[in-house]
């Protein structure tokens, strides 16, 4: 009686490991993180930018595309929640195909990238914009403290903007995004450079200081 008892437990088990290798992976959207990232590089994290030039809010939708998912209106005059849940939305059926600084930060997609599944506000809640307005941009010619954060290449944060807004007055033309991409790796080597700092296109404390305080870039 033993053996086979012991084919049928073999024959169940192969039976489940073939169904496990059969059903879909476990879907998972992106990481807050990447979102945080994405609205930074889009919008400087603004909900309610509209600055005229045909692309609103946070996720800069243009209108046929925040109303092939759904959304009425205006993006920008929408609530942070309705603007996340769009973003997750369009998402889902294109992956990251629509946002230009989603390519330029280097973010994947993954199992809900263009899976077609319609998300709940339930699914986007986790993104987590709360639409809180930036705090005003600080005079540029004054130098802020440091951070205490060495920023490289795809970081995004409200300091890389203070940077960026600063190298303007050596005629680099930043609009303030504040995500650190190859405009901002040139500035930082420069500045590296004219400065006789070691030239690792990385934005720490002796270069954000040289930014006030150093040798104009050549």
Partial sequence: MGRPIRRICALAAAVLALQLALSPSAAADP??????????????GRYHINTGNGYYGAYQFDLPTWR????????DQA????????????????????WEC?????????ADAKSKR????????YIG?????????PDPNVKPPW??????????????????????????????????????????????????INDSGRLGPKTWNAAWEGKAPR
């Fill in 129 to 137: 914009g709360s639409g809180t307005p930036p705090p005003a941009t």
């Fill in 79 to 98: 609530s942070p929640r309705e603007q996340d849940y769009r973003a997750l939305y369009l998402y889902r059926m294109r992956g990251w195909q629509p």
């Fill in 118 to 125: 319609k998300p709940s506000y339930a699914d986007s809640a």
């Fill in 68 to 75: 092939s998912v759904g959304g009425a209106g205006r993006p």
């Fill in 102 to 110: 989603a390519g330029k930060l280097g973010l994947k997609g993954d």
């Fill in 147 to 196: 951070p205490g954060v060495v920023y490289a290449y795809g970081d995004c944060a409200p300091p890389l903007k203070t940077f960026q807004l600063r190298m303007n007055a050596f005629g680099y033309g930043f609009t303030g995004t504040g995500c650190y991409l190859d405009k901002t790796k040139q500035a930082v080597l420069d500045l590296q450079r004219a400065n006789g």
């Fill in 31 to 44: 990481p807050s993180n990447s979102w945080a990232k994405l609205r930074m590089c889009e919008s400087s």
